[in-house]
C-alpha cells in the first residue's frame, strides 16, 4: 500500500495563479483532509469531507476550494494564489467519519507564491 | 471551536534524561487526544492516543496523562536518545470529524 499520496512535491506560483493539489489514499478510508503547515503555527484545517460526496469548511478556509472527487481522491485548488497561501500542504485520511481513529498524513507539498 | 495551547515551546533534554510535554484544552466536550511526532522535512506520524476514559496509557519509553478536570493533557518520552528530536504536536477532538492541533512543541535531545 502506498498510503496517501500527494502531488506536486514542490511548487513555485506567481500571485494570481491557479493550482490543484492532489491527495489519494488506497486504503479505503472514509474522512479525508486538507491542513496547512506555517512556521509556528501547528496545522490548521482548511478543508475535510467526512466521506464521499461532502466536504465542509476547517478552520483557514478562505481562498481555497475542494473536490472530494470519489473516495480515493481528495484535491484542493487555489483559484487565485496569494504570498499568504506559501506554505506546506498536508493531506491526511482517516478510517471512520470520527476522528477518534489515527489520521495518516500524505509527504506534504511545499507551495510557495511570489 | 477547540483551542489547544502547548507548553514549553522548545525543550532541551541530555540524552537519557525524561522530557515531559504539556497541552491544555478548551472545549470540555473533547474526549480523544493524540499526540504527533513530526521529524524534519517529514509527515506528522501518531505516536500514541488516549480517549476520555482512560487516565493514562503506555508504550514502551512514551506514555500520556489526562486530567480532565483541569483539562490538561501530558507526552512523557523516558530515557531520550537522539532519534526522540523532533517536534511533537497534541491534538483534542469531540469525535466531530476535526483535530484542532497545538502549534507543537521542538524537542532536542542532546547527545
Known amino acids: 500500500n502506498a498510503g496517501v499520496t500527494q502531488t506536486p512535491k514542490f511548487q513555485v506560483l506567481k500571485t494570481g495563479q491557479s493550482m490543484t493539489l492532489q491527495c489519494a489514499q488506497d486504503m479505503n478510508h472514509n474522512s479525508m483532509y486538507w491542513y496547512r503547515q506555517d512556521p509556528g503555527m501547528g496545522l490548521r484545517l482548511i478543508y475535510y469531507s467526512a466521506s464521499e460526496g461532502t466536504t465542509d469548511k476547517g478552520e483557514v478556509p478562505n481562498g481555497y476550494n475542494v473536490s472530494r472527487l470519489n473516495k480515493r481522491e481528495f484535491s484542493l485548488r487555489l483559484e487565485s494564489a496569494a504570498p499568504s497561501q506559501t506554505s506546506v500542504y498536508f493531506c491526511?485520511?482517516?478510517?471512520?467519519?470520527?476522528?477518534?481513529?489515527?489520521?495518516?498524513f500524505g509527504p506534504g507539498t511545499r507551495l510557495t507564491v511570489l | 471551536g477547540e483551542n489547544v495551547e502547548q507548553h514549553p515551546s522548545t525543550l532541551s533534554v541530555q540524552e537519557g534524561d525524561s522530557a515531559v510535554i504539556k497541552c491544555t484544552y478548551s472545549d470540555s466536550a473533547s474526549n480523544y487526544f493524540p499526540w504527533y511526532k513530526q521529524e524534519l522535512g517529514k509527515r506528522p506520524q501518531l505516536i500514541i492516543d488516549?480517549?476520555?476514559?482512560?487516565g493514562e496509557k503506555k508504550d514502551q519509553r512514551i506514555a500520556v496523562t489526562l486530567n480532565k478536570t483541569a483539562k490538561h493533557f501530558s507526552l512523557h518520552i523516558t530515557e531520550t536518545q537522539p532519534e526522540d528530536s523532533a517536534v511533537y504536536f497534541c491534538a483534542a477532538s469531540r469525535g466531530n470529524n476535526r483535530l484542532a492541533f497545538g502549534k507543537g512543541n521542538q524537542v532536542v535531545v542532546i547527545p
Open positions: 491526511a485520511s482517516s478510517p471512520r467519519d470520527s476522528p477518534s481513529n489515527e489520521q495518516f
Open positions: 488516549i480517549r476520555s476514559n482512560v
